[in-house]
């Protein structure tokens, strides 16, 4: 299995909201729904406190539990990557997905399936960047294959301290954050 | 204190603030379905252990009750489904690791064994439905084949009743991003509630002394396990992982702390459990009709319960600052 990976540098992201913005765009996602979103975490205690931004989305676990839970295999890997996609044509909204997912990633679109991030996999067909980091203008984001070691992503997670979310719960998150 | 805080616009519909993807119609599917399971089980038995003449309700009449339940338990999660129209994928693909794709596919062999069971049972529970069914060839031989094979199909009716009760809670305890519903022991105790929901069904329809006495003790037995399995997964849960613990935090001066305690234990179970206990010991009055009743209410609150709460409970938890009426200033 392929697998794709995306770095965040939290240094770098300002929070600004353009990767949500970009993504409703390519996507065509409608209003009140999201594929991405920003999340400021502050940590610490008063009056210690440290925040960063986060621009988060559907992880793309290479052990993922909503494609395990998925009844009727409408959520499957894209081209044996590690990219999980949905297949409104398969999805029933049974919502067996939703529970499954630890990230609350996933979101029912108006017409009544279930949808999520894709890695903007249409793009990454012809070699592009996801939307989200194509327009990033801090550059923060980065896009690869991980088991590349030559890769972007590859040498700043070899070179920064990184973390992923909920690593503990064993679904191998795809999704990094540089600290 | 050291804290963290996590703040964001996301505001996806069912999704946030808490994951609300399954409302009472899957609750309600969770409940018939154990009252079917129980159905299965208790006609069974009653069929394998001879005594249909004995407890005529639970040998003849039960099974159309499990059947109409698992009828409205499919009706129900059919109205769940929010993209209707490819429902019949369930049956397109058996997907292994899927729970609820097993359960798809279990279904169906329940439908099929309570349906026998009601045949078998329905010349002498109901008579009048089973005139106009007698009227045609097909029926009679429907009717006589479910007859003459009932003490194999009671056979394989406790298995899938077993099985399908089992399945209820697994497809809790497997949802591991749910923490309050991820326990190992809610298979047993949806089993148990299964049982003690099917009983609770004959102590109200049936009218036999020697069947309304056994089931009593069978309810009362039902419910002591109910009470005990409840604990050890309350303790389970609180011996878990932090978020696990955080979960069941709830249910000890967090928000669910009333609901579950004033509207669940006391009166689906303690309750019904002291008039049982009450009746054990000599004629079952009649005002004592209130304590299946409860029972029945207790089986649908604790699906409640854990369907809520374990949507409730999860791993993130986002301060939300989205302003829908923002939206507005677009138009």
Known sequence: MIRYAMVIDTKLCIGCGDCVVACKTENKVPA????????EATTGTYPNLKTEFRSERCNHCAKPTCLYACPTAATYRWEDTNIVLVDPNKCTGCGACIAACPYDARLIMNEGYVSK??????????????ACVSSCPTRCMHFGVLDDPNSTVSKLLASREHKALLDETGNEPQVYFLT | MREEILITTRANPKIDPNVAAWGWQVIADLFLV???????IFTAMVILGRKEENFGFTAKRLPLIGLISIGLAMTFLFLKLTHKIVFWRFFGAFVPTAVMSWGAWLLQLVILAILLLTLQGLRGGYPALARPVDKFRLGTWALDWAERY??????ASVVLGVIIAFYTGTLMTSMDARPFASSGLMAPLFLTSGLATAAAVVLIGARAPEERLLFSRVLFGMVVFKVLLLALTLANLANGSQVQIESVQMVFGGEYTRLFWLFFVIPGLLVPLAIEAFGLRGKRASWMMISPVLV????????????????????LSYVNTYNPALLDLLR
Not at chain 2, 150 to 155: E, I, L, N, Q, S
Not at chain 2, 305 to 315: A, E, F, N, R
């Open chain 1, 32 to 39: 009140g729904l999201n594929r991405d979103w920003v999340v």
């Open chain 1, 117 to 130: 991030c894709t890695f903007c996999h249409h793009r990454v067909e012809q070699g592009l960047d996801p």
């Open chain 2, 34 to 40: 154990g009252l079917t399971a129980g159905a299965l």
């Open chain 2, 150 to 155: 009932r003490r194999p199909v009671a056979w």
């Open chain 2, 296 to 315: 029945l209410y207790g089986a649908y609150m604790l699906r409640q319960l854990v369907v809520d709460i374990g949507q409730v409970s999860g791993y």
